[in-house]
């Protein structure tokens, strides 16, 4: 037997220790230097207030009144969540699955690094997975692997793959000593991916389970995390057998680290997916076109606080909490009640052009070459022209492919057709725009911009201008009466009103009512603005000058240009459903300008109140004349032969005041309805895409019938709903000590009418 000498064996022991030592020194030396981007080869690192303070994508969410979601605006749709409000289900089988020995280790587990040790030795780095889910944090919320923090040699493939690991388990045992595991589980949860756009347990949840991540089970908590291994691979949607595999290989995982019994696992094992799949999109929702409205403004926002705080916010990614005036009850009313009338329209529409196409012009003709120019106005065509040149850009035009289409049957449908074909598939259909307020406030409770957001985008409520008709009319009384020309008791004589070169009209020109008749009957101004009578608007403008009404219009709160041509007393100028509604709100808050109010607050992603919102007023009217325009709109659902008397088939007049206005333009292009009571004003505009597409005669064409039943399912919808009680039926409140000295006409109109004490032609207007 050899013995070995003293002097060699002590050699040996310090060569190993001196080995053992310098490799310590080069891995304490390597981690150094990736900590702090040694010669910038290996990549920055996040600064210390970074770790403190980590930040995830967040999803900002519009939340309504009422206190329920309306929408979010995000790049990664993600909303956190506290740990306690997850289910004990999903976190067992996320911790039997990814990271059995979560609470053992400190970041780092010995296994799990002798894996990916061995995995860099043999040249294979798919076998040294396995990173801590506490590494898995540091991953998903610092983006250790994004181009931001790489450095020279991030370039290299296999080293790009251990650097990217060191930063990681740095982090991670970072993560551990300043949180808890149930703060390190919780971040885990709310940033990591499910596929199909969806991150965080919270969004996940709901996305593929419409439920709430407490009320998670044991099969759906199995599914999600099966998910996490790879979503697009274990997507149920597209794979359902990979995912249904991936669960049970989740489950017996519970089963392996006591979590979940056997006999209990093998009843689940046998149990479809049970998806109830809600993708969560902008294009879902409720109120998208209000959603789409906010945005922009929104984004103006942030950028302005940017800069006046010296922030770094942004719409989509900071988790902004956006309070509206919006309630979510009255939306969803809104939006069904334009949904059963516009499809009922659209059925009358279609079967009154049946075998013919609805563009025509003054005349009644079709308009040649109507398609070929709106084809050339679309954004397709003209991107195509400019990158294809306009005969490549015809041909793609006009070949047909698979595509979907909205449809008034089922919502969407699959059709072969080409982008031509589409044009005139779209052309044909009627649109609308509807928006509810409450007067007091100017709080913005439902805002309709359409009939489908994801096919038909305009907004026809903010976006969309077109012809008032007559419901412009009650600016033009108002600055009668509020000028002292009339008194609300007047009586005017239907008959020709003649505008000559003295009034700016060169050639001349006289208004005719709807009928193309004159009555010559004295008409009070009740009367007359109930049954839309044009011949006494015009008598008016002659007296109050167009811009005079112009001025009231405009300080009520209609925004845009209006042209002060005697033509405005039939409302000629283009207005949006959002300006009527806001001036409408004057007559019903006595005489208060109330703009259109949208946002209560917006908070930041921790509840801090960023900005509260106001409401401003200003008293444009007396609260006498503000009642009286009130009185003289109320005719037109109460008198015997008014616009707006069809309402009561809606079950909404009896015990209820309520003040209206139809509106009606040329060749019937635009239909309109505004409906006031006690607490809410609403209006609607209903036509086609285009003014020369629309029916072609009155009885479909006028706004009673093209927008008034939109207004009365609503409210019908809204008075049937018990919790909204503060706008129950009822009458306008009347000032106090309010008169009307009618000179012995009727001052309600449930009074008798007591003639005047004079000669049929005194005190008659004409």
């Known amino acids: 037997m050899i013995e070995l000498q003293p002097g060699k064996y002590r050699r040996s022991i310090i060569r190993l220790w001196r080995s053992v030592a310098i490799g310590l020194g080069l891995i304490i030396l390597y981690i150094v230097a990736v900590s702090f981007n040694f010669f910038w080869l290996f990549g920055g690192m996040p600064d210390l207030k970074t770790l ?4 995830s994508e967040l999803a900002s969410e519009l939340i309504s009144e009422d206190g329920k979601s309306l929408g979010k605006y995000f790049f990664e749709n993600r909303t956190p969540i506290e740990i306690g409000q997850i289910s004990p289900n999903l976190l067992e089988a996320l911790l039997a699955t990814e990271d059995a020995r979560f609470v053992q280790h400190s970041g780092i587990d010995p296994r799990s690094l002798l894996r990916v040790v061995k995995g860099v030795v043999s040249g294979n780095s798919s076998s040294g997975g396995g990173s801590t889910l506490t590494q898995q944090v540091a991953k998903n919320l610092f983006q250790t692997r994004s181009e931001k923090y790489r450095g020279v040699l991030g370039y290299i493939p296999l080293v790009k793959t251990v650097i990217s690991k060191t930063k990681e388990w740095i982090l991670a045992v970072i993560l551990e000593r300043k949180y808890t595991k149930q703060e390190i589980l919780q971040m885990y949860l709310n940033t990591v991916s499910f596929g199909n756009n969806t991150y965080g347990i919270k969004t996940a949840a709901k996305t593929y389970f419409n439920k709430d991540a407490w009320d998670l089970n044991v099969p759906e908590s199995a599914v999600l995390v099966g998910m996490l291994q790879n979503p697009t691979l274990y997507n149920p949607l597209r794979f359902p057998t990979n995912t249904t595999n991936r669960r049970n290989t989740v489950m017996s995982q519970m089963v392996k680290y006591d979590y979940l019994p056997e006999e209990k696992f093998l009843v689940y094992k046998e149990q479809p997916l049970n998806l109830d799949f809600t993708v969560d999109s902008h294009n879902t929702g ?13 984004k103006s926002w942030v950028k302005l606080y940017n800069e006046e705080n010296d922030e770094n916010l942004d719409l989509y990614t900071s988790g902004l909490r956006i309070y509206t005036t919006i309630d979510s009850r009255m939306q969803r009313y809104q939006e069904q009640a334009l949904h059963e009338h516009m499809k009922q329209q659209q059925k009358l529409f279609d079967d009154h052009w049946k075998g013919r196409n609805p563009w025509i012009d003054k005349n009644g003709k079709e308009i040649p070459g109507f398609i070929d120019r709106a084809v050339r106005m679309s954004s397709h065509f003209i991107s195509l022209k400019r990158d294809l040149g306009e005969a490549e850009a015809w041909k793609v035009m006009r070949k047909p492919y698979k595509m979907k289409v909205f449809s008034w049957d089922g919502g969407e449908k699959e059709v072969t057709m080409s982008p031509i074909d589409s044009i005139r598939y779209y052309k044909r259909f009627l649109r609308a725009g509807m928006m509810s307020m409450d007067p007091r406030n100017g709080h913005v409770k439902a805002w309709v911009g359409g009939v489908d957001f994801k096919y038909l985008k305009y907004d026809h409520v903010k976006q969309g201008k077109r012809q ?21 008791c007047d009586h005017v004589t239907d008959a020709p009103v003649y505008f000559g070169p003295a009034d700016g009209v060169p050639g001349g020109w006289s208004p005719k009512n709807s009928d193309s008749k004159y009555s010559y009957r004295s008409l009070s101004l009740r009367q007359a603005l109930g049954k839309s009578i044009n011949t006494v608007s015009a008598y008016i403008m002659k007296m109050v000058t167009p811009k005079t009404v112009v001025e009231y219009a405009h300080k009520l709160g209609i925004t845009s240009e209006l042209d002060p041509k005697p033509a405005l007393c039939l409302g000629i100028s283009d207005v949006s459903v959002y300006e009527m509604v806001g001036a409408y709100c004057s007559f019903a808050n006595g005489g208060h300008r109330t703009d259109p109010m949208t946002i209560l607050r917006i908070e930041d992603r921790h509840g801090k109140v960023l900005q509260q919102f106001y409401q401003k007023q200003n008293q444009e009217l007396s609260e006498n004349m503000a009642y009286n325009m009130l009185y003289l709109m109320r005719g037109a659902v109460e008198d015997p032969g008014g616009t707006a008397g069809r309402l009561r088939q809606y079950g909404v007049t009896e015990g209820n005041e309520i003040a209206a206005k139809t509106g009606t333009t040329s060749n019937y292009s635009d239909g309109w309805f505004m409906g006031m009571t006690q607490h809410l004003v609403s209006g609607i505009w209903v036509g086609g895409e285009d003014r020369s597409i629309h029916f072609r005669t009155i009885a479909l064409g006028q706004g009673g019938r093209m927008a008034m039943p939109a207004w009365g399912l609503f409210m019908q919808k809204v008075y049937n709903d018990q919790s909204l009680v503060e706008y129950r039926k009822g009458p306008f409140n009347k ?25 049929d032609d005194e005190g008659v207007l004409f």
């Open 735 to 759: 000032p106090d000590n309010y008169v009307r000295d009618c000179g012995g006409f009727a001052t309600d109109s449930t009074d008798t009418y007591i003639p005047p004490s004079r000669s």
């Open 286 to 298: 409720l109120a998208p076109y209000f959603r789409e409205s906010m945005k922009n403004y929104l």
């Open 52 to 55: 403190e303070n980590p930040k």
């Open 468 to 488: 008032p008709g007559s419901t412009f009319k009650p600016f033009v009384y108002v600055a009668g009466l509020d000028k002292s020309f009339l008194t609300p």
